[in-house]
């Protein structure tokens, strides 16, 4: 059982918007700690993707963007790819446990 | 660009010590705004941290794994090495190098190394 609360699963269609959930308690997220987002693509390392609640790294394109809101943080993609197709990891900072937590993961399936 | 290599054994058998080196290419480690570190993924699992390390030695440890876990840094050869003592079965994993940058308290993780599976068996 991961810190951080992710859904298994996500799907749309091409062009579709899709969001993804991370859903924390008052010991990370909700205690103010930021929200960061990882891409991993079938067989690679993951990537970052969104860091600090709602910026993107150089080359991410901007149909990527996050938010922060109470205990959660949200990953949004619009103009669903194929090439998006990959799990999509949230990572925090705990103060219970003392240490950086990481989301279960979501795997994004493109219709 | 900053870029990640691991080495080290695939196969440590139980009870023994796992140890990694991760050599960074493209810039120093010895840089005041980063740390460096391990990040573990067991097989179709999620991922763990596992600790961070700065150029002066100064160490940030899962506390989950606190106990067996041993980070040291090598500035000239721009390399950072991880420890795990008394590996089980458990400790199977794809163990990724990563860069750790510090914001406001904690650390996100912007680049990794394209990681080493490590299986713990007999």
Known sequence: QSVLTQPPSVSGAPGQRVTISCTGTSSNIGAG??????????????????????????????????SKSGTSASLAITGLQAED??????????S???????GGGTKLTVL | QVQLQESGPGLVK??????????ASGGSISTSSYHWGWIRQSPGKGLEWIGSIYYSGT???NPSLKSRVTMSVDTSKNQFSLKLSSVTAADT?????????????WFYFDYWGQG???TASS
Request: net charge negative; with cysteine.
């Open chain 2, 14 to 23: 139980p009870s023994e010590t796992l140890s990694l080196t991760c050599t």
């Open chain 2, 116 to 118: 080493t599976l490590v």
């Open chain 1, 96 to 102: 219970s446990l003392g240490g950086s937590v990481f």
């Open chain 1, 33 to 66: 700690y930021d929200a960061h987002w990882y891409q991993q693509l079938p067989g690679t390392a993951p990537k970052l993707l969104i860091y600090v609640n709602n910026n993107r790294p150089s080359g991410v394109p901007d149909r990527f963007s996050g």
């Open chain 2, 59 to 61: 160490t940030y440890y």
């Open chain 2, 93 to 105: 994993a794809m163990y990724y190098c990563v860069r750790h940058v510090w914001h406001s308290g």
């Open chain 1, 85 to 94: 197709e990959a799990d999509y990891y949230c990572q925090s900072y705990d």
